[in-house]
């Protein structure tokens, strides 16, 4: 009998499945010891990263931030490759921080001693929720106890309660001319503001389905949070380079995955062709792949999609026979949100009173129901801020996170342009003066309705725990179950990416990290049968 190298596929090829191939490239295959080869459904390398240009500027249209330096494993990489110093300018959200200018609907200027406060309780209470504080400050008391339904969402509508209780704020005050802004509502809708670049952070459409206790087990590197001048893909580029041609396959998209859960009397796979690999890939395309290791790195809104779409014979990403249930239910119960990011293009007659566009942050009406003739639509009116991507750029940026973010998917660039123009107009008009802000171009990113992605990234729903994500993370078949009767082959189905690492996800060195886990795992089992 000839002797075939075990074969490893891995799926996807984004960060996390690309860390994946890197290391075991360089510690296995090498050497001999297995074949290799990456499928990705779509046309490009990256996945969630995708470097792009817009305006004459270098963008990112995912992955923009290395959320803290130190001990980052993308921040090295960064770094060994020269990443972080480039010619051309870049989204370095340089001043990002510093003073912004906050501006009410209807173009009320807020004064930082109205602003402030409201910001500081904001960040005072998620640093509590998340573990960094052992108080929230100046006697605002949260009976946790009594917390019936521990959210995000409520824990912060009762750190604001507890906030008026002690101002003993009144609701009709209206001491700043500010037309049909009290002081509660403008309180109000800045501590709103807040929440919604919460939800662009963790991709929560609703910061009560997010889970409050899963906040302080989240990890955080410290230092500096940095973007990367060369691009993020950059990173990418780097980690594939180590790989010969032909080891990654673009334009296969995953159908069903066949996998055997259980030992068929000793034979695997396809008896006919000989064929004693365990798993079997059927790509979109009506080809297929047998492997011995199968590497899944699709991102969690894929494996929900996956599951929905069971019963589908057009749905992509099924197994087959399907996951067991414990791993149906942990996906399930996990959260999987929606975040853009949209950038536009200032015409250059800029009529704003300033020479340059500042970074804006916008206190709108909840709803439009308040205001009369509202010309603001629905889905701008929970955009948290309007920036420049760089101190001097003509190209600036908003995110969106949740139904806005989808929305925002599915109108065409000249409603964009003209409901956009209108809203940033309306914050720059005074009774005195008539701003007209113009933007010429739109960019916008559409990781929603991406059948490949679905989505941008995971959090922990309520309802759901950490815990979840370790059971995604477990490989297939169970070996709790089959240690015993053994023969099955062990192995068949890792899984990788975002959404499986317990302190980091939904990040790119989360994906890092889940790639360099189960290389390792795999590196691991071949050192024990000593190839
Ligand atoms: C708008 C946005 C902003 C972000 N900002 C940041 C940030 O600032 N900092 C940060 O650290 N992280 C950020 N992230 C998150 C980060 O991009 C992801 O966590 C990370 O890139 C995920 O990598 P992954 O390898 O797990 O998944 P992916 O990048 O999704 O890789 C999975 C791959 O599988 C492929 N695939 C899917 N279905 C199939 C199929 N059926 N067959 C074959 N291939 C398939 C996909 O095309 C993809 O290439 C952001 C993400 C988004 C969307
Ligand atoms: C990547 O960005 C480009 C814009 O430069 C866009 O055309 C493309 O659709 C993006 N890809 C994905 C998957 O978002
Ligand atoms: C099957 O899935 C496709 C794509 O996701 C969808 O358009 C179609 O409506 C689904 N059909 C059924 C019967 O659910
Ligand atoms: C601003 O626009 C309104 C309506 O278009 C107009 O009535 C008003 O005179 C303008 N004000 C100034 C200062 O141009
Ligand atoms: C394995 O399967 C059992 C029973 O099906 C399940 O309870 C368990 O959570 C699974 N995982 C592990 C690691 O045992």
Not at 47 to 75: V, Y
Not at 82 to 107: K, V, Y
Not at 383 to 400: D, G, Q, R
Not at 471 to 477: D, N, Q, R
Request: glycine share 8%; hydrophobic share 35%; aromatic share 10%.
């Amino acid at each position: 009998m000839v002797t075939q190298k075990p074969r490893i596929v891995i799926i996807g090829a984004g960060m996390a499945g690309l860390t994946v191939a890197n290391k075991l490239y360089k510690s296995g295959v090498k050497k001999g010891a297995f074949e290799l080869c990456v499928v990705e459904g779509g046309n490009r390398i990256g996945g969630r990263i995708n470097t792009s240009e817009f305006g004459g500027d270098r963008i990112e249209m995912g992955a923009t931030w290395i959320h803290g330096i130190e001990g980052s494993p993308i921040h090295k990489i960064a770094q060994e490759i020269n990443s972080l110093e480039s010619e051309q300018p870049w989204e370095c959200m340089d001043g990002f921080l510093d003073d912004p200018i906050t501006i009410a609907e209807n173009g009320y200027v807020l004064h930082p001693s109205l602003v402030d406060p409201i910001s500081n309780l904001f960040n005072n209470l998620m640093n509590f929720a998340q573990g960094k504080k052992k108080s929230i400050g100046d006697g605002i008391g949260i009976d946790k106890c009594g917390n019936g339904d521990s959210s995000v969402g409520s824990f912060l509508k009762k750190g604001l309660e507890s906030y008026w209780k002690l101002e003993s704020r009144k609701e009709t005050e209206d001491v700043f001319g500010c037309g049909d802004w009290n002081r509660k509502s403008l309180e109000e809708a800045i501590f709103a503001m807040h929440e919604n670049t919460q939800r662009t952070y963790t991709a929560a459409n609703d910061l009560h389905n997010l889970d409050y206790l899963a906040e302080s087990e989240y990890v955080m590197f410290p230092g500096e949070e940095i973007t990367i001048a060369k691009g993020y893909s950059s990173i990418i580029e780097s980690l594939a380079s180590v790989l010969p041609p032909g080891v990654v396959q673009l334009n296969k998209k995953v159908d069903t995955i066949e996998w055997q859960p259980e030992c068929v009397m000793g034979i695997m796979g396809n008896k006919h062709d000989g064929n004693s690999r365990a798993v079997k890939i059927h790509f979109l395309d009506g080809t297929s792949m047998s492997a011995d290791h199968v590497v899944v790195t699709v991102s969690l809104g894929v494996l929900k999609a996956g599951i929905f779409n069971h019963n589908n014979d057009s749905g992509m990403f099924k197994f087959k026979p399907p996951l067991p249930n414990y791993k149906i239910e942990a996906i399930s119960r996990l959260g999987y949100g929606v975040v853009n990011k949209l950038f536009l293009k200032l015409s250059p007659d800029l009529n704003l009173g300033i020479d340059r566009f500042p970074f804006l942050q916008m206190v709108f009406h909840e709803s439009d129901h308040q205001v009369k003739n509202s010309k603001i639509p629905w889905w701008i009116r929970r955009t948290a801020s309007l920036s420049p991507i760089y101190e001097k750029s003509n190209v600036l940026l908003s995110w969106f996170a949740g139904e806005e973010a989808l929305k925002l998917e599915s109108l065409p660039d000249e409603v964009i342009l003209d409901e956009v123009s209108t809203t940033i107009s309306s914050f720059f008009s005074h009774k005195e003066s008539n701003a007209s802000v113009k933007f010429d171009k739109v960019l916008k990113s559409q990781w929603g309705s991406d059948p490949l992605f679905m989505g941008s990234y995971s959090y922990i729903a309520t309802g759901s725990s950490i815990a979840d994500m370790d059971t995604v993370a477990e490989p297939l078949p169970n070996t709790s179950v089959f240690e015993s009767t053994s023969g099955s082959p062990q192995l068949q189905i890792l899984f990788a990416g975002e959404a499986t690492h317990r302190t980091h996800y939904s990040t790119t060195h989360g994906a890092y990290l889940s790639g360099i886990r189960e290389a390792n795992r795999l590196l691991q089992h071949y050192h024990c049968i000593d190839i």
